[in-house]
């Protein structure tokens, strides 16, 4: 079995879809992986509908949490905007990234539907 094609992957994401097309037609083994690779993408889609689903809430919550602090911090930058260590400490201090207003956030970075 070492003559397996091995181009289904490398067509699928650097050819066009005409390209691939023409050569599943023609190449049983990528056809077999093409059916799999279909199939575990419309599992996906139904695991993230039913995710986005269940979390819909919690996110926004955590939406709402995050503009409170967006808020608060702002508010709080005008009462003490006249002390310069602390002025210091929000201008060169962390930078808030997703993850510190509480978005889920995956190791990318991104935001994450499920946790
Ligand atoms: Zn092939």
Known sequence: MDNK???YESLFVFSDDETLKKHLEE???CQ???ETMQK???????VKFYYRKK????LNFKVACAMSLVL??????GIIASNDDLVDT???GDSLSAEDLGFPVDS???????E
């Open 5 to 7: 094609c091995s181009k």
């Open 27 to 29: 190449c049983e083994d």
């Open 32 to 34: 077999k992986e093409h």
């Open 40 to 46: 575990v993408s419309d599992l996906i889609g139904e």
């Open 55 to 58: 979390q819909k809430k919690v």
């Open 72 to 77: 608060f911090s702002s508010l709080s930058f």
């Open 90 to 92: 929000l201008r060169y």
């Open 108 to 114: 990318y970075g991104l935001l994450m539907v499920d």
